[in-house]
């Protein structure tokens, strides 16, 4: 008797237009969870082993931060509420705002398995102050280097890394919290095509008074929900305006605030990938 033939392999679409080696991880693992739910196993996609960590790198980058909190307690950063501009230069010239930029773009170019090392040593120490460089790596300028094209990259990486552009992650809005799907703030295309103008509001975002620079999403079709686009808008534009840093029980020398975006006028070049791409941007986020 022959056997049962196999379940037909799931068909998924393709979400990226070009050929990376992240988007060929995350098409093996939604081919993995469709073949899961037909009751086949790929036990093969968990035997792969983990990068190398190089262990001096990541002591290298403890010791350092050690020795920014023996000058600069974290008792006292948290009483006055900021981080000092002397221990953000600090942070910038040891290399704190560039752990997980490629070295092309003047980073460190940890690997994952480095930066997560990095991450667990610095909570251990005192995370209020790593949160500025923490966030502005894990949110606020990693769209633009997992979406970003070579002349984005080019332009805003490397001010990134060297901490002379903090980066932030806008979505969160006051009515619809982070439903990204349903935010309020839009962005329009001008007469001219060369620009969107974005208005909104956005809240509890993290990083809003050290950032120099923004990834920011706005819908940009009413009639579609979702249909949004992802923008690097630099706080310093017309039309931007932060608020005050909101009180908070604990990780004081954190910034967090509302942004206010009036008729912002943002380049076209600004755009992360194609219109409509916002929403899988900031999911993949």
Do not use: C
């Amino acid at each position: 008797m022959a056997s049962p033939a196999s379940p037909p392999r799931f068909w998924i679409p393709p979400l990226w237009n070009r050929e990376t080696h992240w988007e060929s991880n995350i098409m093996a693992g939604i081919q993995f969870l469709a073949d899961l739910y037909q009751g086949s196993w790929n036990g093969e996609l968990f035997q792969s082993p983990p990068p190398p960590v190089d262990e001096n790198k990541v002591s290298e980058i403890l010791v350092n931060y050690r020795g920014m909190l023996d000058q600069f307690p974290a008792s006292d950063v948290e009483t006055l509420g900021r981080i000092p501009d002397e221990l953000l230069s600090l942070m910038a010239r040891d290399g704190f705002f560039g752990l997980s930029i490629p070295a092309a773009y003047g980073g460190l170019g940890l690997n994952t398995q480095e930066y997560l090392r990095v991450v667990e040593g610095l909570a251990k120490m005192d995370l209020s102050v790593a949160l500025v460089s923490l966030a502005h790596l894990s949110i606020g300028v990693k769209g633009l280097v997992l979406f970003g094209n070579d002349e984005q990259k080019a332009a805003y990486l490397p001010h990134a890394a060297s901490g002379s552009s903090i980066f932030a992650y806008a979505l969160t809005e006051p009515q619809t919290g982070s439903d990204a799907q349903h935010i309020t703030t839009r962005a329009e295309l001008s007469d001219d095509g060369r620009t969107y103008v974005l208005n909104g509001q956005k809240t509890y975002i993290t990083n809003a008074n050290y950032a120099g620079a923004m990834t920011v999403f706005a819908q940009l079709d009413p009639a579609k929900p979702g249909f949004m686009g992802a923008f690097i808008v630099e706080t310093g534009w017309d039309g931007v305006k932060i608020g005050k840093d909101m009180p908070k029980m604990g990780l004081k020398a954190s910034s967090t605030a509302a942004v206010q975006f009036r008729d912002v006028r943002v380049p076209m070049e600004n755009l992360l990938g194609k219109p409509g791409d916002g929403f899988k941007i900031a999911m993949t986020i």
